[in-house]
């Protein structure tokens, strides 16, 4: 008779076992200021009426599988062009992990420029793709010798562009993108999670390279419990997507629920407009602590790095005063001495600077 743990290591994929599950670290009574939420919810009115929407969804019914009334909302909402399709997932991670499970065939590539947002990697890596990382540029471009090389010979299904790039928060230059929206072989996914914040986008561009996907999610805009991602494009690739799609992937009070915020979206926009204007603030105080290298950020989110004291120490001495924010240190390369912190309300940025201040 084998032991629990043989019997686990003989059935188990090798690279499975390999992995490390996504850590979320405890935030209880902490200022949670580590995974781009939005700080902020709705005005107690605005609640109210959310509720009393809540009161009607029949939740003894299986949802409406193609949620055709929340995508026609979406469509609306996001200006997604007329002759485009859409798919819905439970947030843009189970996006990405449909398209991968969709393009896994053996020795096919998944590639992203790096460091940029791990579970591209992760979820290749339990597809059974193999991934390619494209280092960026000191300055956090697209290094574009390197990524025509790279897909020169890897030839990889899919690409992903996190536009917005995260951990590092700035926009790729939009000529460069296009250039790999040329040469790329297979699906370019431009990963707009961040879109609320930045001011740019592909969106437009759908239709005009058949290659092109654009990958959207309502959670950073103060809807992260909801899971809401959706993905835009031709119809063909869609379609194929939607075969793996689990058939009631999106519930039935998410539904009610993104339908409803969809018809709120002028206090979403003004909740993101005001997430920027005090990104510009924090931008600037930490710009002016002593050692601090700090970079400009088209995002809800900074990164910086420590000056003279150890980033590990910094994180874990905020973390001692209340205020948990992202520890990049580990990865080693560009983010080496960084740290991430989440745009917050005022009083939790400010809160946030006094322990940077002290810990420093
Ligand atoms: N894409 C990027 C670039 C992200 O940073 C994140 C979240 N950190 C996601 C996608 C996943 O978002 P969702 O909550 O929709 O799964």
Request: net charge negative; proline share 6%; glycine share 6%.
């Amino acid at each position: 008779m084998s032991t629990i743990k043989e019997k686990v290591s003989s059935l188990v994929r090798p690279e499975i076992r390999a992995m490390k599950a996504y850590h979320v670290p405890d935030a209880t009574g902490m200022v949670k200021l580590d995974a781009m939420e939005n700080p902020y919810t709705w005005p107690e009115d605005v609640r109210q009426a959310w509720l009393q929407t809540l009161r009607d969804v029949a939740i003894n019914r299986y949802p409406d599988p193609h949620a055709q009334r929340l995508r026609a909302c979406l469509r609306a909402a996001l200006a997604v062009p007329d002759d485009m399709e859409l798919l819905l997932g439970n947030g843009s991670d189970e996006l990405i992990q449909i398209i991968l499970m969709t393009l896994s065939n053996p020795g096919a590539v998944a590639l992203a420029p790096t460091p940029t947002f791990v579970m591209y990697e992760m979820i290749a890596t339990f597809t059974g793709m193999k991934f390619t990382g494209v280092p960026l540029a000191p300055d956090f471009a697209l290094d574009m010798p390197a990524m025509l090389q790279a897909i020169e010979t890897h030839r990889p299904a899919v690409i992903f562009l996190a536009y917005p790039n995260n951990p590092t928060g700035n926009l790729f230059a939009r000529g460069n993108v296009e250039r790999i929206l040329e040469k790329a072989p297979g699906l370019v996914v431009l990963d707009e999670a961040y879109h609320a914040f930045a001011g740019d986008s592909f969106m437009d561009r759908l239709g005009q390279h058949d290659n092109l996907l654009v990958m959207r999610t309502l959670s950073k805009q103060g809807l992260a419990g909801l899971r809401l991602g959706l993905l835009a494009g031709p119809a063909a690739w869609l379609a194929e997507f939607d075969k793996i799609r689990l058939p009631y992937n999106i519930g039935a009070l998410t539904q009610a629920s993104a339908e409803f915020a969809l018809a709120h979206m002028d206090l979403l926009d003004d909740q993101a407009r005001r997430i920027c204007e005090d990104r510009e603030k924090l931008f600037h105080a930490l710009a002016g602590l002593p050692g601090v290298h700090v970079w400009p950020s088209q995002t809800n989110f900074i990164l910086f790095r420590t000056g003279k004291r150890d980033a590990d120490r910094v994180f874990e001495d905020l973390r001692a005063r209340g205020v948990l924010i992202k520890n990049l240190n580990s990865a080693g390369a560009v983010l080496k001495g960084c740290l991430r912190v989440t745009v917050g309300t005022p009083e939790e940025n400010d809160a946030f600077l006094k322990a940077l201040e002290a810990a420093l």
